[in-house]
């Protein structure tokens, strides 16, 4: 059986095989978008590798063959404990389950930086700060992967030796083996470690509450590494073509500067908005606008679209239809037809009338004795309320008594049971892309995130913005589309009229007619 493929424009292989991942990086690649080279390991081989608990036979040989091609490619090389090159290859080894499952799973950044990569780099880059910085993603990449908790490269804790010696140990103790410092050996383990992944209990659990079979595994798509975290130059982000609260024809996303894409997704780091990229880097921001359209006309849908950008250069990760749901699903559906992209009947099939009767979104009616609590953005519409909860297993807990709004610094993988048993989610950190957004519109919960200046102390049972405590248990309202959290339970207006939610609800009645 053959493992691996290469990644290219004539790609045939369908997404239960590549995974969702890879399958958006060929549809880039015919679109003629700039994409890192790289290779994908097929969903087969982690379903082997479950099975028997090794990488499958076959796998190890095809691995050195596929890396030689890619050294080939970028004109650089793995090396070993000496390296005498000055051009060391690294690699970015990520999941990519065939159906969308948003932070489930390892990524393993900078793979490949054995000790004396790391010197080439140095001696090619001139700057030690951004390669130590890299090794600890590694490390911590690693690490994650084991214990299947989220990464903190970024997380205080000493200084950058002592990081790297506290990372280092944690390796051994959670892998069993140090970091190899061989460059081929660390992307096998780097690769068994995404396999393991794919049974993590987070896994497990998003996939019980998603629907998603047990049996499918995940493929692993290996690409030569683009480093947003290399000066001022570069950075990472998010981009949809519409604004996924409302379905509006704006491009809406989430940037950082010098740092890599798990730092926006995880929520943990104050992101800005798109604007401030058209700003900072014209020329990547052009680049991003024809690629969202590109990909919304190649997806027939609003698209997303994950990228990074180095000295300048735009690279594009991750191609996938948005998918909105509610009434800004009903927007997009309605001004696609519109268009002539896609036909009514299509339209319908995309958002389920029954569950839109009642989705226009409700806004708090606002008056002067509103108590607003703190500002932030808008990231899933509607209108939530319930008691406090500060942590998932307490939303979970305090769920059984009513509703509850879980707050917290920012949420990972490891909240998704508090989110699913709260009514909304507030968070202090993020924007429309980090894992808090994205996983409230998928459960249609409303979401507000990026509250500046709200803080969560879990050990004090309490939340302070603005010189007030709030003590755990206190009702909050939020609202997902202005943005904001209130105390207490104030009045909520009705919907205001939607033109496009309207016009989508007479096409379903005059469907309904003539069946």
């Avoid at 890192?36 to 040989?61: K, M, W």
Wanted: net charge neutral; glycine share 14%; charged share 20%.
């Amino acid at each position: 059986m053959r493992w691996i493929h290469p990644l290219s424009a004539d790609l045939g292989e369908p997404a239960d095989v590549l995974g969702g991942k890879a399958h958006g990086l060929v549809a880039l690649l015919r679109l003629g978008l700039p994409v890192p080279p790289g290779f994908v390991i097929g969903t087969a081989a982690c379903r082997a590798f479950l099975r028997d608990g090794r990488l499958p036979d076959g796998l190890t040989e095809e691995l050195a063959a596929a890396v030689t091609a890619l050294e080939t490619a970028t004109g650089r090389r793995c090396g070993g404990r000496r390296f005498d090159g000055r051009r060391p290859l690294l690699v970015a080894v990520r999941s990519g389950a065939a159906v969308p499952m948003p932070g489930m799973m390892a990524t393993v950044l900078d793979v490949g930086l054995t000790g004396g990569a790391a010197e080439a780099l140095i001696a090619e880059t001139g700057e030690p700060e951004f390669v130590r910085d890299s090794r600890l993603r590694l490390l911590t990449g690693l690490v994650a992967a084991a214990t299947g908790r989220p990464a903190d490269p970024t997380g205080s804790g000493g200084s950058d030796g002592e990081r790297l010696a506290a990372a280092t140990e944690a390796v051994r103790r959670h892998l069993g083996e140090p970091v190899l410092d061989d460059a081929r050996e660390q992307l096998a383990q780097s690769v068994a470690a995404v396999f393991r992944s794919w049974d993590s209990p987070r896994a497990r659990t998003y996939r019980a509450l998603n629907g998603i079979p047990d049996g499918l595994g995940t493929a692993v798509t290996v690409q030569a590494m683009v480093f947003g975290n290399r000066g001022r130059h570069s950075g990472t982000g998010v981009a949809f073509s519409r604004d996924p609260a409302t379905g509006e024809p704006v491009p809406r996303g989430d940037v950082l500067f010098g740092r890599q894409g798990e730092d926006v997704v995880s929520g943990g780091a104050a992101v800005r908005p798109l604007a401030d990229l058209a700003a900072q880097e014209p020329q990547v921001m052009a680049g991003l606008l024809e690629a969202l359209e590109l990909g919304e006309r190649r997806c027939r849908d609003a698209c997303y679209l994950e990228f990074t950008f180095e000295a300048g250069r735009l690279w594009l990760l991750q191609l996938r239809a948005g998918r909105f749901a509610g009434a800004a699903g009903a927007r997009v559906a309605v001004d696609l037809a519109d268009r002539g992209v896609i036909s009514r009947d299509e339209a319908l099939r995309r958002v389920a009338p029954g569950r839109l009767r009642d989705a226009g979104t409700p806004r708090i009616a606002l008056a002067d004795d509103t108590d607003l609590l703190v500002r932030g953005l808008g990231a899933s519409p509607g209108v939530a309320g319930g008691r406090v909860a500060l942590t998932a297993d307490a939303a979970v807990r305090m769920a059984a008594d009513g509703p509850v709004v879980l707050v917290r610094p920012q949420t990972s993988p490891l909240d998704l049971h508090g989110l699913a048993a709260a009514a909304g989610v507030l968070t202090a950190l993020g924007g429309p892309a980090s894992h808090a957004a994205v996983v409230a519109r998928s459960m249609g919960r409303p979401a507000v995130v990026g509250a500046a200046g709200l803080a969560v102390d879990v050990a004090g049972g309490c939340l302070r913005v603005g010189g007030r405590t709030v003590p755990e248990g206190a009702v909050v309202t939020l609202d997902g589309g202005l943005g904001l959290a209130v105390l207490g339970s104030p009045p909520v207006a009705a919907a205001a009229d939607d033109p496009y939610l309207r016009r989508f609800l007479a096409w379903a009645d005059e469907a309904a007619r003539g069946s």
